[in-house]
C-alpha cells in the first residue's frame, strides 16, 4: 500500500469516526431530550389526576367506593367529577372517565392511559376498557410499601408506552401511560438522516483525504524521484528545491545537503584516487632509474668476477652503495606520505622551539661546516611532535643541500612562523609554483641526490596541522621558506618544562 493511500484512509478514518461519534451524541441528546418532554407531560397529567382523585374522595368517597363494587366483571371505569350527570336517586352515572378531567390538553400534550391499583395489585379504576397496563414487581412494592414515583418502559398490543407510576393515599398507586410512537418515528427518521449524512460525510472525507495526501506527499515524491535518479545515473548535482519551512522542506534541504556531502565525498575520492595514481606512476619512473643502474652494476661485477680492477671494483661498489641509500630514502619518504594520510590521534600540545633546536642540532652534526644561527621565541603548538619533527628536519636539509657551503643559514621562529633562509642560488622562477609537489625536482637540483619528495611531504605536514608553507626568493639572494602553524600564547618565564622532556633554551643558540 502506498503512502498516499495510507494518508487518505488515516484521514478518512479520522474524519468517520468524528462524524459517528458526533452522530452518536446528536441521537442521545435529541431522545433524551424528547424523553424528557413526555417524561414532563406525564408528570403533569399526574399532579391533575391526583387533583381530581382528591377531589372526588372529599365529595363522596362512598358512594365512588359503591360504584366501583357495582360492577363484577372487572374494574369500574372512575365516575364522573362533582357536576356530571346524574340519576333520578341523585347519584353519578358511571361512565368512561380520564383521570384528567374534561379540561382541555395542553399545548403539546397528547393523550395517554391511566389505571389505579390497590396494595394487593387489584385493577380498580382504568381510562380504556380495552387497555390494561401492565404492572411489575417494582409498581407492586410501591402499593404496598410507598416510595418515590419511577418511570419505566412497557409494550401492551403492541404500542411503546412510557409510564409512570404515582404513589396514592391509601395503598394505592397511579399508573399514567404515554405512546412513544411519535418519538420512535422521529428518532427512526433522525436515525437515518444521520446514516445518510455520515456515509455523505465519510465519502467526502475520503475524496478530500485523497486530494489532500496527493498535495502532500507531493515533495516526498519528488524526493524519490531524484533519489532514484541519483542512484541510477549517479549524477551528484540534482537538488530538491524545499517547498517551505516546514517538516518536508528541512527533509528536503537535509537531503540537498546530504548530495553536497556526498558530491564533495566523491570529489575527494576522485582526487584521491587520481593522486595515488599520479604517486604510484612517479614512484614507479623514480625506482626504475636506482634499480636499473644497481641491476647493471652488479651484472658487471657479476660478469668479471675476480678479474675486475680493484679501483672499478671499489666504484662499482661505492655506486652500489649509493644507489641502496637512494632506494632506502625515497622508499622512507613513500611510507611517510603513505602514512600522512591516515588520521593521526597521538596529538599532544610542544614546545616547537625545542623541537627545531634538537633538528638543528642533529643537522649541526651530520654537516659540521654548516653555518646555522637559530633565532627561536618560544612556542607552543598542538601537534603531532614526529610529524613536525620530519617536516621541520626536511627544510633545514633542504637549505643545507642548497646552499653554498660555509654560507650561513638562517633559522627563526616567531609568532608560530618558521623561517629558514639559505643563501644558495635559489629557486628559479619557473619551478616555484612547483618545488613542493611530489617528485618534481628543478633542474638544478636534478643532478643530485634526493627522491623529490622531501618538500611535498613538508606541505602534508603544515596542511594536517593546519598550517601553510610557502617558499620565496629571498632578497639579496637564497631561498626563504616560511611555515606557518596555529599557536598559542608563549609560555610563561617559569614553565621549564613543557613537552615531551624538554627544557627551556635560550632564545638565540650560535655555531658549536
Same mark, same amino acid.
Given at each position: ?7 487518505? !484512509? ?7 469516526? $468524528? ?105 380498580? $379504576?382504568?381510562? #380504556? ?8 414487581? *417494582? ?32 395503598? *394505592? ?31 467526502? #472525507?475520503?475524496?478530500?483525504? %485523497? ?67 599520479? +604517486? ?6 623514480? +625506482? ?11 651484472? !658487471?661485477?657479476? %660478469? ?9 671494483? $671499489? ?28 588520521? *593521526? ?12 633546536? @634538537? ?81 618534481? %625536482? ?19 605536514? $603544515? ?24 599557536? @598559542? ?6 614553565? %621549564? ?9 635560550? #632564545? ?5
Amino acid at each position: 500500500m502506498s503512502f498516499r493511500r495510507r494518508i487518505a !484512509i488515516a484521514s478518512a478514518s479520522a474524519v468517520a469516526v $468524528a462524524v459517528l461519534l458526533a452522530s452518536l451524541l446528536v441521537y442521545l441528546l435529541t431522545s433524551q431530550q424528547l424523553r424528557s418532554q413526555v417524561d414532563s407531560q406525564l408528570r403533569s397529567r399526574g399532579r391533575n389526576a391526583q387533583q381530581v382523585l382528591r377531589f372526588l374522595g372529599a365529595a363522596q368517597p362512598q358512594r365512588v367506593g359503591l360504584a366501583a363494587r357495582s360492577v363484577p366483571q372487572g374494574p369500574a371505569e372512575l365516575p364522573a367529577p362533582a357536576g356530571g350527570a346524574v340519576t333520578s336517586r341523585g347519584t353519578p352515572r358511571l361512565e368512561p372517565f380520564s383521570l384528567s378531567g374534561k379540561l382541555p390538553p395542553n399545548p403539546g400534550q397528547v393523550r395517554g392511559y391511566q389505571q389505579v391499583l390497590t396494595s394487593d395489585g387489584s385493577i380498580v $379504576a382504568r381510562s #380504556a376498557p380495552g387497555v390494561t397496563l401492565p404492572i411489575d414487581a *417494582r409498581t407492586r412494592r410501591l402499593s404496598k410499601a410507598g416510595g418515590a414515583s419511577f418511570f419505566r418502559d412497557a409494550q401492551v398490543h403492541g404500542i411503546h408506552l412510557r409510564l409512570l407510576a404515582e404513589p396514592l393515599s391509601g395503598g *394505592r398507586v397511579l399508573q399514567l401511560a404515554q405512546p412513544l410512537t411519535e418519538v420512535d418515528s422521529l428518532l427512526g427518521r433522525l436515525r437515518l438522516i444521520l446514516l445518510l449524512l455520515g456515509a455523505g460525510g465519510i465519502a467526502l #472525507a475520503a475524496l478530500l483525504g %485523497r486530494i489532500v495526501a496527493g498535495a502532500a506527499v507531493r515533495p516526498l515524491k519528488r524526493l524519490t524521484e531524484t533519489t532514484e535518479h541519483v542512484a541510477v545515473t549517479q549524477d551528484l548535482s540534482q537538488r530538491i528545491e524545499p517547498a517551505g519551512v516546514d517538516e518536508l522542506g528541512r527533509l528536503a534541504g537535509s537531503f540537498n545537503a546530504m548530495l553536497d556531502a556526498l558530491e564533495g565525498s566523491m570529489s575527494a575520492l576522485d582526487a584521491s584516487v587520481h593522486a595515488q595514481r599520479q +604517486l604510484v606512476a612517479d614512484a614507479s619512473h623514480e +625506482l626504475r632509474t636506482p634499480v636499473t643502474s644497481l641491476r647493471t652494476n652488479i651484472e !658487471i661485477l657479476q %660478469r668479471q668476477g675476480g678479474e675486475v680492477d680493484p679501483q672499478e671494483r $671499489a666504484r662499482l661498489l661505492a655506486d652500489i652503495v649509493e644507489q641502496i641509500e637512494e632506494l632506502t630514502l625515497l622508499v622512507n619518504d613513500l611510507i611517510d606520505l603513505a602514512r600522512g594520510e591516515e588520521p *593521526r590521534l597521538d596529538t599532544e600540545e610542544l614546545r616547537l622551539d625545542l623541537l627545531v633546536h @634538537e633538528v638543528a642540532a642533529r643537522a649541526r652534526r651530520r654537516s659540521t661546516d654548516s653555518r646555522l644561527s637559530l633565532e627561536l621565541e618560544p612556542t607552543i603548538v598542538k601537534g603531532v611532535p614526529d610529524r613536525l619533527e620530519r617536516a621541520v628536519g626536511n627544510l633545514i636539509d633542504n637549505a643545507i643541500k642548497y646552499g653554498h657551503k660555509g654560507a650561513p643559514l638562517e633559522v627563526g621562529l616567531r609568532a608560530g612562523e618558521l623561517t629558514v633562509r639559505d643563501h644558495g642560488p635559489g629557486i628559479s622562477s619557473v619551478d616555484l609554483p612547483h618545488i613542493f609537489d611530489r617528485f618534481y %625536482r628543478g633542474a638544478d637540483a636534478r643532478g643530485r641526490p634526493g627522491s623529490g619528495l622531501g618538500l611535498a611531504i613538508v606541505r602534508q605536514v $603544515a596542511g594536517q596541522h593546519g598550517g601553510t608553507i610557502v617558499a620565496e626568493q629571498a632578497a639579496g639572494g637564497g631561498t626563504l621558506m616560511r611555515l606557518r602553524l596555529p599557536y @598559542e600564547a608563549p609560555p610563561a618565564p617559569n614553565d %621549564r618544562h613543557i613537552g615531551a622532556g624538554h627544557e627551556l633554551v635560550s #632564545a638565540t643558540a650560535g655555531k658549536p
